[in-house]
């Protein structure tokens, strides 16, 4: 992560010496992504702050490309901040336009569709419905299906059917393999350790938040680790070794953005169990 916003920083300042002002901005646009994963000063208002100003100049420019990817960062943006319905108005006009898009742009909507179906406030029956229809816009797709298995998996286990959960953790996992790129396994993981804790399993969750922590150590990522880091803390807690929590905590919290709601208040209520 570090590496992709350095990296990211050159393209903004190339495509500015050459002038090229859409180009700047679609660099501008991954810059402010990454630098959520690696600076805990950059806030979750400053990233939609910046994806707002892009799409308000795409407007201008009439460019719709443009203009689509800066609505996809603002409902990314959106579900950090836990505005999920916020989030969902804009993932439901930009599906519309999925004809239109590249397969790239159809699977990073739909990927957004998913996530924010189980993490949100759509209940569970209607979240599998929101899944069916991201398929529809994404197309075939092994990553995608493996994601997909994993969220799906997840959705079963808030159900209760856990056997059914598992089932859709093993398939996703198969697709995993095959397509031999074990990282990008990491941030679905967290689902399944949700599960697997929702299920009494905490031996098996906590193997589960220690690998990904270890995972996102390795790519020096921040932002989705202050969460994993939290909810760690949680199942430690689950188990009654609050000493070894405490730790958790202090790594949450020295990594959680100002806004991260989700890391703020994961890492909080560890803390109040704490004491």
């Known amino acids: 992560y570090t590496e992709a916003f350095r990296v990211a920083g050159i393209a903004v300042e190339a495509a500015t010496e050459v002038g090229d002002r859409t180009l700047t901005m679609r660099a501008e646009l991954v810059q402010n992504f990454t630098k959520l994963s690696v600076d805990p000063g950059w806030s979750m208002a400053n990233a939609l702050a910046l994806a707002e100003r892009v799409l308000e100049e795409a407007e201008r420019l009439r460019d719709r490309d443009l203009h689509d990817r800066a609505a996809l960062g603002m409902a990314q943006e959106l579900f950090f901040l836990g505005k999920t319905m916020e989030a969902s108005e804009i993932l439901d006009r930009l599906s519309g336009r999925a004809p239109a898009m590249s397969r ?3 699977t990073e909507v739909a990927a957004q569709m998913v996530v ?29 299906r493996a994601h997909d298995g994993r969220v799906r998996g997840a959705l079963l286990g ?4 856990f056997d059914e959960a598992h089932a859709a953790f093993d398939l996703a996992d198969v697709l995993y393999d ?3 790129a074990p990282s990008i396994t990491v941030a679905t993981n967290q689902v399944v350790g949700e599960t697997l804790r929702l299920e009494g399993r905490l031996d098996d969750a906590e193997s589960v938040f220690r690998g990904m922590n270890e995972a996102y ?3 020096e990522e921040k932002g989705f680790n202050s969460t994993v880091c939290a909810v760690l803390a949680h199942v430690l807690c689950d188990q009654g070794r609050f000493e070894e929590a405490e730790p958790w905590v202090r790594r949450s919290r020295d990594m959680s953005a100002d806004d991260d709601f989700a890391s703020q208040s994961e890492w909080r209520t560890a803390q109040a169990r704490i004491f």
Do not use: C, K, T
């Open 116 to 144: 924010n179906a189980h993490f949100g406030a759509v209940p569970v029956g209607d979240a599998f419905r929101v899944l069916d229809r991201a398929a529809e816009i994404r197309g075939e797709s092994l990553a995608g």
């Open 104 to 106: 790239r742009e159809r």
């Open 217 to 219: 150590d390795a790519m």
């Open 178 to 180: 095959e397509l031999g």
């Open 158 to 161: 808030m159900a209760g059917r």
